[in-house]
């Protein structure tokens, strides 16, 4: 085989494509559909509810056309990171749509579906041998954490879809997964060169993101060669250039010349952008280093209460000008009423602002110490063992700064303006991550157990 043509569907499951543009690719005849479902770009909450960053009908509809034109071509389908978070409750979420789709269209074909979700007395057993190692920055770790945890997951690489295509899978909903494994497992499968098969996947992770200028989530089309690979849109409204593809190599990627894999590291130093058309990049030159040791990243999300936020307007020039000793005294009174209120029970919740049109994005870190803005926004935040502390403390603090003087004041002046009536938005439960470390198995398969289905 000369090339492998590989088709992204988009960036993210959920986010779009134009339907124009997969029919476009399915024309040039790709030998596979691949697509990222999940990320932790937004947060522990999906891993920790087993909820999808993106709504139902938004997934059933991208996968819909996907899974349409594979059937129709005859092609496999590579979903990763179902739902978000790759856990058992997206995982399922995730064929349960598939499933539908399959009923409503009349659609026949060997499903595999692959669990990330992590059994607890196994990891607490691989913590045990050693076998568990921090990345950076990473939380302690030991058996407590491991047990509170809401749900874990391991990051699969390339090796679990290879398995289930070999066992004749057609469509593969996987969870937690390299972004880039979902891309690379077919090309690997046929024996081309890892440096450009990793390099391609990386850039093909992201769908149209490889473009000058993406106007919108959408299609990418490579064809991987044996000493080269072409990264060519098949939106014709849009172009990749040598300096877009090798951008992207930054995205999400904290060095711009390596990226881990559990089964070793892609080096992209030597790696050549020409223009092939005023459309295609030609890529050369990446070469990929083989791991000492097949490790795997493992995410944790443990809830660790409730929220409520208020969100309040501050335009008094007065006020803005002593913004910071304001809003200290504001935190001291909300913490005494909290105390009344709920007594020892207090040293459970947490009382936090972000003042928006000051330090809101960067807080301490800002390095524009002296911008004055003729406006604020200040969001207060509590959260609590309970939801009705955290509303209750919200509210308190609604009221407390709605209120607070200063000293320019004379007689009872409001400080806040509030967008919403009630003030407070109850946020429901929030979750923070417990896990950013590695794991050794004892091979790339034992962590992530496969059910075939036929469909």
Not at 395 to 422: C, D, E, M, N, V
Request: with cysteine; proline share 6%; glycine share 8%.
């Amino acid at each position: 085989m000369d090339e492998v043509r590989a088709l992204a569907l988009t960036g993210a499951l959920g986010s779009g494509y134009l339907t124009s543009t997969l029919e476009t690719a399915l024309a040039w005849d790709p030998d596979f559909i691949g697509v990222d479902a999940g990320s932790t770009d937004s947060g522990p909450a999906s891993l920790g509810t087993g909820e999808c960053s993106f709504s139902r009908a938004a997934v059933k509809r991208d996968i819909k056309f996907a899974l349409l034109g594979a059937r129709q071509k005859r092609i496999p389908l590579l979903v990763g990171s179902a739902g978000t978070a790759g856990g058992d409750l997206n995982l399922a979420w995730m064929v349960g749509i598939v499933e539908e789709i399959a009923r409503e269209e009349d659609l026949h074909f060997k499903l595999a579906v692959i669990h990330s979700e992590q059994d607890k007395q196994y990891l607490k057993r691989r913590f045990a041998e050693g076998r568990i190692t921090p990345l950076r920055p990473a939380p302690t770790l030991d058996e407590s954490v491991i047990e509170r945890s809401d749900h874990i997951v391991g990051m699969m690489g390339a090796e679990p879809y290879i398995r289930a295509l070999e066992d004749g899978a057609e469509v593969v909903i996987a969870g937690r997964s390299s972004d880039t494994s979902i891309f690379a497992a077919i090309p690997m499968q046929r024996g081309f060169d890892p440096g450009l098969v990793w390099h391609a996947a990386k850039i093909l992770e992201c769908g149209a993101a490889s473009v000058v200028y993406r106007k919108h989530p959408d299609c990418m089309f490579a064809r991987i060669r044996k000493d080269h690979f072409l990264m060519e849109p098949p939106n014709e409204e849009q172009a990749c250039s040598p300096l877009s593809v090798a951008a992207h190599a930054l995205y999400e990627n904290s060095s711009p010349f390596d990226l881990y894999e559990p089964s070793g590291r892609l080096d992209i130093r030597d790696a050549v952008y020409t223009a092939e058309s005023d459309r295609t990049v030609k890529v050369a030159g990446a070469r990929f280093v083989p791991a000492e040791r097949y490790t795997i990243k493992l995410e944790g999300a443990e809830r660790v209460g409730f929220q409520s936020i208020v969100l309040g307007g501050i335009r008094d020039p007065e006020l803005i000008g002593q913004i910071d000793s304001w809003l200290e005294l504001l935190r001291e009174k909300v913490t005494e009423r909290t105390t009344a209120a709920y007594g020892p029970a207090a040293a459970d919740c947490l009382f936090t602002m972000r003042v928006y049109g000051k330090n809101g994005v960067l807080g301490k870190a800002e390095p524009l110490k002296d911008t004055v803005s003729h406006e604020l926004m200040l969001i207060m935040e509590a959260t609590a063992p309970t939801q009705e502390m955290a509303t209750s403390i919200a509210s308190s603090a609604r009221h407390i700064g709605l209120h607070l003087p200063i000293p320019q004041w004379k007689g009872l002046i409001s400080a806040l303006a509030f967008p919403y009536t009630p003030a407070h938005l109850e946020r429901g439960p929030v979750y923070r991550f417990t896990l950013n470390h590695i794991l050794e198995p004892d091979d790339p398969f034992e962590m992530f157990p496969m059910e075939l289905r036929r469909i």
